[in-house]
């Protein structure tokens, strides 16, 4: 119970850092309810529908709610998209051809979109295999973007900008939503005519405004991450300018079919109300890791951020002495779990990535990352990313466990 003192104790050194997250959940609440009720949302849109899904009104409904709530024309939310690295594939394979450029002005991108792209290493079937040129800008010395290589290096005729907003398995900072305003406009001075494109995944309601209200035009996400509330099964979403979200459904589906087709296998109840719930819900991923952060650099660690600092994304690094940590750390987060926490966790490959992870993921639905999780790449700097969590309560029971266990 000691720890539980200096659990109290500590929140009530982050009490205003708590309200600022909570005041960030009420104005997102605010506007996915005024979506849901533009929208006109019954319950006759959550039921499923089977074969080709024409005129799949609960489909079209869901779609206009993310549209508005993210400030785009169209959107695309399927369960057919397998993970936020499917969305993100059919927006750069539906948008991007043999010869044109393709720019990451974020540093290199997140491990799986490296072999999207077959960048450092060729892969079959990848962006540089179909020729389309690839070049990215690195970050400066603070590792945050680069506006004056951007201003000098961008090439004018280049297709796409793509912006990672969260900081994925790496240690720079995610890019909060005054980043990418500033960031839009840098690219857009230098190449008016570009896409900017963003990844958005671990970044939604975790800010007052989203990346196409301050200036990008398309934005792409996995369901089973923020949006999705923990509740979504399975899914990605894409939302942006019109003509862009039809080109990544062309991809996706088909020439000429986009997003008319695609029946909706899940019962839509557990995207809408997911939706519902996921401003409150990234509200509580935020808040513990806060925590995390707080506590950790009690104990003498690195955390980025750091418990005080802006916060673009619901990731928390906390870098710890060496392997043997990590595994401690991640085996403490899995076995306090509600599911699976007899499992045993090792370092293994997993697809798409370069070095072998460990991943704590005793989540309802299968590694799920909105749900309290962590994955640590087996590299060093021995930094685990810890992110998620449906209910501030859950955190706080493992902050407890791993104090108790720590030393
Ligand atoms: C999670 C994530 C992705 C996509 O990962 P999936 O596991 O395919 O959903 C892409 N970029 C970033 C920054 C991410 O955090």
């Not at 024309?73 to 051809?97: K, P, Y």
């Not at 906390?318 to 595994?327: R, S």
């Not at 779990?337 to 997993?350: D, F, N, Q, T």
Request: charged residues 20%; negative net charge.
């Amino acid at each position: 119970m000691q720890v539980l003192t200096r659990i109290k104790s500590a929140e009530r050194y982050l009490r205003e850092r708590f309200e600022e997250i909570d005041e960030i959940a009420f104005s997102n609440q605010v506007k996915v309810l005024e979506a849901f009720k533009q929208e006109h949302i019954q319950d006759y849109h959550f039921n499923q529908t089977s074969g080709y899904g024409y005129g799949d009104s609960g489909r079209d409904a869901l779609e206009a709610v993310y549209s508005q709530v993210f400030a785009g024309e169209d959107a695309l939310v399927r369960s057919q998209i397998v993970s936020g690295t499917h969305a993100i594939t059919a927006c750069l394979m539906g948008l991007l051809q043999a010869g044109d450029s393709l720019v990451s002005v974020s540093g290199s991108p997140y491990d799986t979109l490296r072999t999207v792209i077959g960048w450092p290493v060729p892969q079959k079937g990848s962006l540089t295999e179909r020729g389309v040129c690839y070049g990215e800008i690195a970050l400066d010395d603070h590792l945050g973007p680069d506006y004056q290589a951007i201003a000098r290096e961008l090439p004018p005729s280049c297709k796409m900008a793509m912006i990672q907003r969260s900081r994925g398995y790496s240690l720079r900072p995610a890019l909060n939503i005054d980043d990418l305003r500033r960031l839009c406009q840098a690219i857009r001075y230098r190449a008016p005519g570009t896409i900017i494109f963003i990844d958005n995944c671990y970044g939604e309601f975790t800010d007052l405004y989203e990346p196409l209200e301050i200036g990008a035009d398309l934005i792409a996400g996995s369901l089973i991450k923020n949006p999705g509330g923990g509740l979504a099964p399975s899914g990605g979403y894409i939302v942006g300018r019109q003509e862009l979200v039809e080109s990544a459904a062309f991809h996706l589906t088909a020439p000429g079919l986009g997003k008319e087709l695609g029946a909706s296998l899940i019962n839509n109840r557990l995207f809408f109300q997911g939706l519902f719930l996921a401003p409150h819900v990234t509200a509580q991923a935020m808040k513990i890791a806060v925590l995390f952060a707080y506590l950790f650099t009690e104990l003498g660690y690195e955390t980025y951020p750091r418990w005080n600092e802006s916060r673009g994304d619901i990731v928390q690094a906390v870098c710890l002495a060496n392997e043997d940590e990590v595994q401690r750390f991640c085996q403490h987060l899995q076995s306090n779990s509600p599911v699976g926490s007899r499992v045993h966790l090792e370092y293994a490959p997993m697809p798409g990535y370069d070095s072998q992870i460990i991943m704590a993921a005793g989540t309802f639905v299968q590694g799920s990352s909105i749900e309290l999780s962590c994955d640590a790449p087996l590299r060093s700097p021995y930094c685990v990313y810890m992110q998620g969590g449906l209910s501030y309560e859950h955190g706080r029971y493992v902050a407890c466990k791993l104090l108790e266990n720590w030393y």
